[in-house]
């Protein structure tokens, strides 16, 4: 029911603004996009290894019930990816590159809060994160004219995340609550 909530409500939506108003949502492949892709996913790529040690977020993901065997997982990642790209095309395609000719690059500023809101009930790091994050993609996503890098980090990072989350912790969670101590939230 989410994926297809989602699909209406961020994709479906959005989209139908976008034409109605003569904009366009970042739908575009090209090689700075691909670029950025490779970029940003490679950024984020250790703060998916290491959150998914975190008790905190094992706890929480994944997000629907799945296993590791292939013929559940891969579905599993596949709703995930159209939440993903109904979340990119809303806050990074509507809200970023939507808007970019009007205003510019203080069209990035436009939804980390209401991204942040979005993440209201999740474990605390990722609230916490998720402010940056939005910053972050948006920004790339600003310079590539394209929603696909956040696309690209987000869905292979929340696809990494389900997969490292089924399987015994690659570090300690000991050592990362010992890195992270300094947080003043519950890890």
């Not at 490679?42 to 998916?48: A, D, I």
Request: aromatic share 10%.
């Amino acid at each position: 029911m989410r994926v297809l909530r989602d699909a209406v409500v961020f994709i479906a939506l959005p989209a139908a603004l976008a034409v109605t108003h003569g904009r366009h949502l970042g739908w575009r492949i090209d090689r700075r996009a691909v670029r950025n892709a490779v970029l940003v996913a490679l950024f984020v790529l250790p703060f998916y290894l290491v959150g998914s040690s975190l008790p905190t977020i094992r706890a929480y993901y994944p997000m629907w019930e799945t296993s590791t065997a292939l013929g559940a997982f891969v579905p599993h990642a596949l709703q995930q990816l159209v939440v993903v790209i109904a979340a990119e095309t809303y806050y990074r395609g509507l809200l970023c590159v939507g808007v970019r000719e009007e205003i510019g690059f203080k069209s990035v500023f436009i939804s980390p809060v209401v991204y942040a809101l979005h993440h209201v009930g999740k474990p605390p790091i990722e609230l916490l994160l998720s402010g940056p994050t939005d910053v972050l993609f948006g920004a790339v996503d600003y310079d590539a004219n394209s929603i696909f890098p956040s696309i690209v980090a987000h869905g292979l990072g929340l696809a990494l995340l389900d997969w490292l989350v089924l399987h015994p912790p690659l570090i300690p969670p000991e050592r990362v609550l010992e890195w992270l101590s300094f947080l003043p939230i519950p890890l």
